[in-house]
Nanobody, 116 residues
């Protein structure tokens, strides 16, 4: 059974940092590209960061470039999102996504709130 479980969300002040984690199970993790998406209240889900299956390629949404870093550990079936210099507009539910060809899976999300 394919499963993705996110953790690490919470309340942080503007300028602060959080590290999100996503643990995967039920599939060959190293065969899948991984992404982080987010969905703010009243807005559509958007792609935040992408990392290829072996970690050699990463891409970021323009609004997080230079502040967020995506990484993965294929030995632990984990993908991470280090988020620095957080802004109120980063407030959203963050979702982990796995994709390989036509196969895709989603976690249930973790809430990040950036507020003073």
């Amino acid at each position: 059974q394919v499963q993705l479980v996110e953790s690490g969300g919470g309340l942080v002040q503007p300028g602060g940092s959080l590290r999100l984690s996503c643990v995967a199970s039920g599939f060959s993790f190293s065969m899948f590209a991984m992404s982080w998406y987010r969905q703010a209240p009243g807005k559509e889900r958007e792609l935040v960061a992408f990392i290829s299956n072996l970690g050699g390629v990463t891409n970021y949404h323009a609004s997080v470039e230079g502040r967020f870093i995506v990484s993965r550990d294929n030995g632990k079936n984990m993908v991470y999102l280090q988020m620095d210099n957080l802004k109120p507009e980063d407030t959203a539910v963050y979702y982990c996504n796995a994709r390989s060809g036509s196969i895709t899976a989603w976690g249930k999300g973790t809430l990040v709130t950036v507020s003073s």
